[in-house]
């Protein structure tokens, strides 16, 4: 019974790990975190992720994107963009990520999350000093809908797509993120430096130092 705690109901147990986090960290020589892009769609943060990703296997340190174009197509399928499913969106990416993050990998989440309580809400779910970093691409409107990847914000204005983030449904500015970056701080590229340095800084990119 040792390794079995009571939850909050009273079937169903908590299964203790044998292995523990800092076991895995160890052997990947990194500690397990989030970093948490948040912007409008069009903001650069799918872009970010991948140049993240990359430049941090090419230093050796396993990361893993969990984007929201992606996940809408396997597990959060049944998930529409009312305030209700977005909340539930963020609420499972949250719990993922979580999950990412104990298994000792950094894991890069690329989600609009308009909602400043369900971000609030997955920083809480993290044990402390794992959600490290909360980026928020500050791209102004005109510019992302200048981008227009793939044609949507044409779509939203034309009133062909309901609920668009930016034109008819609020994106919440973070009040209290780690990073802030817009247009003026460089490329894709440069902004992956920027966070791999903070990354860095914090001590992110080495095993977790044992008595
Ligand atoms: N109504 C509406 N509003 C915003 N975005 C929409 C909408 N409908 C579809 N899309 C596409 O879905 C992508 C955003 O999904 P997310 O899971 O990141 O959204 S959210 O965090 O739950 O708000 C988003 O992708 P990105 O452009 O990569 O942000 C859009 O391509
Ligand atoms: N820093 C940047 N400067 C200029 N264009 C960018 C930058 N980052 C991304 N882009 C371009 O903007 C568009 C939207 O980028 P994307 O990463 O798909 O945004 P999001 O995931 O936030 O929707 C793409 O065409 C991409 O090439």
New binding site residues.
Partial sequence: MDSLKLLSSPKIFWHKSVVKKQDREIALGQKGCVIWLT?????G??TLACKLDQALLSRNKLSYVL???N??HGL?KN?D?SVK??AE??RR?GEVAKLFADAGLICIT?????YRN?RNLCRKLLPPGDFIEEVYLKVPLSICEKRD??G?YKL?RAGK??????ID?PYEEPYDCEITMGVENGTPEEMATTVITFLDGRGYLAPPITM
Avoid: C, H
């Avoid at 912007?39 to 903001?43: F, M």
């Avoid at 690329?110 to 308009?114: A, K, L, V």
């Fill in positions: 912007g409008l769609s069009g903001s943060k799918s984007d929201g174009d996940l809408r959060n998930l963009f499913d977005r969106n963020i990416v690329s989600f609009i999350s308009p369900d990847p793939k949507l939203a797509i309901k609920g668009f983030t930016g449904d």
